[in-house]
Nanobody, 115 residues
Framework: QVQLVESGGGLVQPGGSLRLSCAAS????????MAWYRQAPGKQRELVAR????????YYADSVKGRFTISRDNAKNTVSLQMNSLKPDDTAVYYC????????WGQGTQVTVSP
């Protein structure tokens, strides 16, 4: 049973930073890719950033490019999302996903960007 546990959400002022982490219950090399999605109230879940586990190539949504960085720590079986220059529009529940044949999701962590 795959388990993903997110941490690091919270309340931050505009322009601030947060770092989200997603810990997998097993080796992240069991997945093809991992990603961070977010869902704001009344909106659909959207892809924020994705990393290919074997090789490390990354993809970012245009709205976060240059501000967010996704990375993986093979030894700790974690994928992180460093979020800088946060904006109120970044407010959402952030979900970690892992993908290989099936999709696995964490429980989500709230990020609120507000003065």
């Amino acid at each position: 049973q795959v388990q993903l546990v997110e941490s690091g959400g919270g309340l931050v002022q505009p322009g601030g930073s947060l770092r989200l982490s997603c810990a997998a219950s097993g080796s992240i090399f069991s997945f093809n890719s991992m990603a961070w999605y977010r869902q704001a109230p009344g909106k659909q879940r959207e892809l924020v950033a994705r990393i290919i586990i074997d090789g490390g190539s990354t993809y970012y949504a245009d709205s976060v490019k240059g501000r967010f960085t996704i990375s993986r720590d093979n030894a700790k079986n974690t994928v992180s999302l460093q979020m800088n220059s946060l904006k109120p529009d970044d407010t959402a529940v952030y979900y970690c996903g892992a993908f290989k044949y099936s999709a696995y999701w964490g429980q989500g962590t709230q990020v609120t960007v507000s003065p």
